[in-house]
C-alpha cells in the first residue's frame, strides 16, 4: 500500500508541477495570431474523444459485470455474503 | 479491508484524477490562448442598438451595419449597447461576445482570408432582432 500511495505521489507531481508552470508563465508572452476556430476545434475534438473513450469503457465495464455475474451464469458461486446453505 | 485487494480502485481513482487534470489543463490552455489579445491589434468599437450594429475603427471611420477589415491584421472588438443587452457575432470566425449597456466587453480575432462574412444578434433584443444583422467584408491589405 506504502508503494502505491508513493507511486501515485509521484505521479500527482509529474503531473501537476508542469501545469502550474504553465499556468504561472501564463500572461508573460505577447499574444500570437491565432485561429480561433482552430484552437476551439482541437479542443472539442480532444473532449470527444476522451468523453467516448470513456463512455466506452464505463459501459463496457458495466456490460461485463452484468453478463459476468448473472444468476444463470454456470461459473456464478454464492459467496458466504449470500449464504451457502441452498437446502432451506 | 481483509481478503479484498483495493488495488484496482486505487488505479480506478488515479486513472480519473488524471484525466480530470488533463481536461482541465486543456481547456483552460485553449481558453487563454483565445483570450489572449495580441499587442498590435487595431481596436474596433462595436455598438450595438435596437436593431443594427455600429463600428468605429481606431481613424475614427465610422461604419453602421457593415465592417472592413484587413487579412493579415489582428482586431480587437470593444463590445457595448446603447439599450439592451445584445450578442455580437461573427459566426464564420467563432466570434461571440455579450453587448451590455454601460458595460465594454472585449473579443479578438484574425481574418485569414478574403471574404464575406455574416454578423448578427444572438441574443433577443426585441422586435427586429433577427434582423439585425451586418456584414463583414475582408480584404487584401491595403498597404
Known amino acids: 500500500m506504502k508503494k502505491m500511495i508513493v507511486l501515485f505521489l509521484v505521479l500527482a507531481v509529474m503531473v501537476i508541477v508542469p501545469v502550474m508552470e504553465s499556468a504561472f508563465a501564463a500572461g508573460d508572452e505577447p499574444g500570437k495570431y491565432l485561429d480561433r476556430r482552430v484552437i476551439i476545434w482541437n479542443l472539442f475534438f480532444k473532449m470527444m474523444t476522451v468523453a467516448f473513450v470513456v463512455g466506452a469503457v464505463v ?30 | 479491508m481483509s481478503g479484498h485487494s483495493s488495488w484496482p480502485e486505487w488505479i480506478y481513482v488515479g486513472v480519473v484524477i488524471a484525466l480530470m487534470v488533463w481536461v482541465g489543463a486543456e481547456a483552460w490552455n485553449a481558453e487563454r490562448l483565445v483570450d489572449h489579445i495580441p499587442e498590435d491589434a487595431e481596436v474596433i468599437k462595436v455598438t450595438g442598438q435596437q436593431w443594427f450594429w455600429s463600428f468605429e475603427h481606431e481613424d475614427g471611420t465610422k461604419e453602421i451595419g457593415e465592417l472592413h477589415v484587413e487579412t493579415g491584421k489582428a482586431y480587437k472588438f470593444e463590445i457595448t449597447s446603447k439599450d439592451v443587452n445584445h450578442s455580437f457575432n461573427i459566426h464564420d470566425y467563432v ?10 466587453n472585449t473579443v479578438w480575432f484574425a481574418p485569414t482570408e478574403v471574404g464575406e462574412h455574416d454578423i448578427q444578434c444572438r441574443e433577443y433584443c426585441g422586435l427586429i432582432h433577427y434582423n439585425m444583422r451586418g456584414k463583414l467584408y475582408v480584404e487584401e491589405p491595403s498597404s
Open chain 2, 95 to 104: 466570434v461571440l461576445m455579450d453587448a451590455v449597456p454601460g458595460r465594454v
Open chain 1, 59 to 88: 459501459s463496457g465495464t458495466i456490460i461485463w459485470q452484468c453478463w459476468r455475474f448473472r444468476e444463470s451464469n454456470p461459473k456464478a458461486k454464492p459467496t458466504p455474503y449470500e449464504g451457502t446453505d441452498w437446502s432451506n
